[in-house]
């Protein structure tokens, strides 16, 4: 009796469109929050898209956004995998991306093909670290890592912010003092003109290349076999013999250095130094981006252009309507992507059905 | 006589199967009736459509002779219809009275009147002897008296028809043969019981009639009295069916898998296995009968390295195999089908040629270093899918949509491709349908002329008596009975099960 599929009903499409569905149905509902404030979302929405996606600057900003948020939704969605919710990702990027500016103003006249590597691994093991110290409450000890999280990011902030005020910074300042001149990763507009004064940076590379490990990792190596069956059963994966403690640990160790890498952006290719403050939450935007993307390494690439593009967006349309209304959308992205699974599959059922039906009578 | 319930034309699609197609079931006043067919026939659809769970595609419903429209449980309790589903729907905190009266409460100056309650009960109980008792909560009882609960539940609303749905599935063999009097006396005090099984002695045991469904279409309505098992299994599966297993009779070889004195106290302190000694020899299966939760789990556990031995220890082909972990054990010769497929033995999310490489996933074959040989995890899963029949024959196809018996020739193919000395089979036909059960049957009765060695625990007798070269009994973490064959009658393993005979420990040794 097996019937022959239809194609929207592969789970495949259907990852695919609902994150659409959930996209265009907030942008719809964000229109309705701008009549309210008395603006044309016609002319809103345009400004918003010509301005970021129009012009090569605006462009370079919205890469530039984009980067972190690649970095921290792979970080979420790796643990997810796993079994893991991990809301640590903004205490592992800030620990990550001091660690690569501490680095950096200690090694001075170190050639760039050590140094920048250098301050690369010095972020993934100040992001890993913080990674590790969960997963390792969570294995041992069953500590849930959703509380151990939120705490080591209050205790993430706390020291950095001690760090950059008290030990660590240029005098009257709260940032360190810049990283060696080699350690610098370049600007695109070092290369490339028409993204000149835009701050995005090869760093963009270094995402790309995690989100093509991620994948890989996941999806074709045993290590990501494994992960897999413990995030899906893990009284499954104790009977095949694989260790639900060590690949706890694991996942977060490697989500952790992952989000580490924030660093290679903002420290390594925009300001070089760490600065108080320079994440404006951006762990938290990364569950956003990995939910998002399905915890999916390529969806997640997407799901950050989209994000990074309302952050970079919620700035040239400020004038036309409070830059608030950028946050409701983003918010309201992130509900209808939860809340349209299932709305979106009992639409699919129903049209199917009335398909069956039509065809049997 | 007239009918209690008719069923006429009923059709039911879900988004991509027709779950009952055109089916026309008829169930005389005050009868049994029996409705049979595989798993995913369409018994329980069909059921759930008359109980109001779901609305039909098409098809009249008339109960007592009337025409009616039911369109929730709402609608077919006030028409006297009560179901005792599967999974039982009680609130285990609550006490047996609270449980019995939710939902329709009698109430005096708008507070619960229990006093009246009781006494109605009671009353009621007494007239069934469905003894139970109302002040313990549900969540200290046992099944066999939560399924009672259940059907004095369903009487206190007054049903005149009451529908079970695989009734026998969670009890013991002098648990059945109680429900089965109440049964009896529900039925001379002129209800209507349909009984929804795929056991088909239950079935000549009980019903008057027995109707057949197989893939959504009732294929056959018979006279209890005018049919035998051979021909309903016939009829359920479509093709002529084995009931009883063939199997040569054959001289085990040395010992393989050895347990001694084995004991496992755990976190609470409680003693769940005492000093359990037994011994499976090659080429031979030693079943181990038990009601449930009589240490067979920890046993098995034990021998697949998922927990450790408080004393005592494990060897197989003379080497020590308690404390090592599952990985060690897997590899020194062990397969194992685990006793819940979906908690343990799958990753139903997965697909299937990813289930089958579970444990498996470390082997060179499979993966090395740095990657999965994808290719090879492939013609593993096609060659397996093949020589198993396997449905659908699809490698990539959710381990989730694979029915019960499927999902469970996924396990034992990948148990099997182990090449193990050892088979471990915990329930391995649970919940799975007749065609999968004499598949399963066969390969493990295969596996032993081969040369393994099979340790088969199960809680269905029939598996155990027809499978089995010599029987172990395990009562309260011992082994309280071996017998050294298979021809033992069922009613003196049920006394042995159920502790009645024989307390002290005995050793399943000496093959």
């Known amino acids: 009796m097996a019937e022959k599929r239809h194609w929207l009903e592969h789970p495949a499409t259907q990852n695919f469109l609902i994150p659409i569905f959930a996209v265009v149905l907030s942008f719809a509902v964000g229109a309705i929050f701008i009549l309210i404030v008395g603006q044309n979302p016609f002319e809103v929405y345009s400004v918003l898209f010509s301005q970021t996606l129009g012009t090569s600057y605006g462009v370079g900003q919205l890469l530039f956004k984009t980067t972190p948020l690649i970095f921290a939704g792979l970080s979420v969605a790796l643990c997810f995998k796993a079994g893991l919710f991990n809301i640590g990702a903004e205490g592992q990027l800030q620990i990550g991306a001091f660690m690569t500016a501490l680095v950096g103003m200690y090694t001075v006249g170190v050639p760039a093909f050590i140094e920048i590597p250098l301050l690369v691994l010095a972020g993934m093991v100040g992001g890993g670290v913080w990674g590790f110290i969960p997963g390792y409450l969570k294995a041992k000890t069953g500590a849930h890592e959703v509380i151990n999280t939120i705490m080591l990011n209050f205790v993430a902030a706390a020291l950095v912010s001690f760090f950059v005020t008290n030990l660590f910074n240029v005098p009257a300042t709260v940032h360190t003092p810049s990283i060696a ?9 070092a290369v490339f003109s028409g993204f000149e004064g835009s701050p995005v940076n090869f760093s963009i590379i270094i995402a790309l290349l995690a989100a093509l490990f991620v994948w890989y990792y996941i999806d074709r190596t045993r290590y990501g076999y494994e992960l897999r069956v413990v995030g899906l059963n893990s009284k499954a994966a104790e009977y095949g013999g694989i260790s639900v403690s060590k690949n706890i640990i694991l996942s977060m160790t490697i989500g952790g250095a992952i989000a580490g890498l924030v660093g290679t952006n903002y420290v390594m290719g925009y300001k070089y130094y760490f600065e108080e403050g320079f994440s404006t939450g951006t762990g938290f935007m990364g569950i956003a981006v990995a939910l998002l993307g399905n915890n999916n390494p390529f969806g997640v690439i997407l799901a950050a252009l989209l994000f990074g593009m309302l952050e970079y967006g919620g700035l040239v349309i400020n004038t036309m309507v409070p830059k608030e209304l950028v946050s409701i959308l983003q918010a309201i992205v992130i509900i209808f992507v939860i809340s349209s699974n299932k709305i979106f599959r009992k639409i699919l059922v129903n049209f199917l059905k009335k398909r069956t039906l039509s065809i049997n009578d | 006589m007239p009918y209690a319930i008719e069923l ?10 027709i779950a009952n197609d055109n089916v026309t079931l008829r169930v005389e006043s005050g009868s049994i009736h029996a409705l049979v067919g595989e798993n995913g026939a369409g018994k329980t659809t069909l059921m759930e459509t008359l109980y109001g769970l779901y609305q039909p595609d098409s098809g009249r419903i008339r109960i007592q002779e009337k025409n009616v429209s039911i369109k929730s449980p709402h609608d077919s309790i006030r028409l006297g219809i009560g179901m005792v589903h599967q999974h039982f729907m009680l609130v285990p905190p609550l006490t047996v009275l609270e449980n019995i009266v939710l939902g329709s409460e009698t109430t005096r100056y708008s507070l619960l009147d229990l006093k009246k309650t009781t006494t109605e009960i009671a009353e009621l109980a007494g007239r069934f002897s469905l003894s139970v008792p109302l002040d313990e909560k549900v969540e200290n009882i046992g099944v066999g008296i939560q399924q009672r609960v259940e059907i004095l539940k369903a009487i206190y609303r007054k049903a005149d028809i009451l529908v079970l749905d695989e009734p026998t599935a969670v009890l013991t063999p002098q648990e059945s043969i109680q429900l089965f009097r109440i049964l009896s006396e529900l039925k001379e005090e002129g209800k209507t019981i349909v009984l929804i099984t795929h056991k088909l002695n239950e079935v000549m045991e009980i019903s008057d009639r027995v109707s057949v469904m197989r893939k959504g279409k009732i294929v056959g309505e018979v006279e209890t009295a005018k ?18 297993v063939e199997k040569a009779e054959k001289k085990a070889g040395d010992p393989v898998l050895t347990v001694n004195d084995l004991t496992y106290v755990d976190r609470r302190g409680i003693s769940l296995l005492k000093n359990v000694s037994l011994e499976v020899g090659s080429g031979e299966i030693l079943g181990i009968a038990g009601v449930e939760g009589n ?3 920890q046993l098995v556990e034990c021998i697949a390295g998922l927990i450790r031995p408080s004393a005592g220890f494990i060897t197989l082909d003379g080497i020590k195999i308690s404390g090592l972990g599952p990985r060690e054990v ?6 194992h089908v685990p006793e819940d497929r979906i908690k343990r033995g799958l990753v139903v999310e997965m697909d299937v040629k990813e289930n089958l490489i579970l444990g498996l996933h470390n082997q060179p074959q499979f993966s090395s270093r740095l990657s999965m040989n994808r290719k090879s995890i492939n013609d593993n899963a096609k060659l397996l899918i093949t020589r198993y029949d396997i449905r659908p024959m699809d490698p990539d196809a959710h381990a989730r949509g694979l029915s019960g018996g499927n999902q469970q020739k996924v396990i034992i193919a990948r148990e099997l491709s182990r090449n193990a000395q050892v088979i471990v089979a915990s329930q391995p036909t649970r919940g799975v349908d007749i065609g999968g059960i004499e598949f399963i049957h066969r390969t493990l009765v295969e596996a032993r002329d081969a040369g393994k060695a099979v340790l088969l625990v199960s809680a269905d007798l029939n598996e155990i008596l027809s499978l089995s070269d010599r029987i172990a009994v395990m009562y309260d973490g011992k082994i309280v009975k071996l017998f050294p064959d298979s021809k033992v009658e ?5 006394l042995y099960m159920t502790g009645s005979k024989g307390n002290s420990q005995e050793k399943a040794l000496g093959i």
Do not use: C
């Not at chain 2, 006429?8 to 199967?17: E, G």
């Not at chain 2, 035998?228 to 359920?236: K, V």
């Open chain 2, 8 to 17: 006429l034309s009923i059709t039911k699609r879900f988004a991509r199967t």
């Open chain 2, 490 to 494: 069922e009613s003196e393993l049920g």
């Open chain 2, 330 to 335: 897997f590899a020194r010769g062990l397969a």
């Open chain 2, 227 to 244: 049919t035998n098992p051979q021909e309903l299994a016939q009829m359920m599966v479509g093709r002529p069916v084995l009931l009883r």
């Open chain 2, 295 to 297: 240490g067979q789990s």
């Open chain 1, 181 to 189: 001149p080699t350690g610098r990763i370049p600007r695109f507009d």
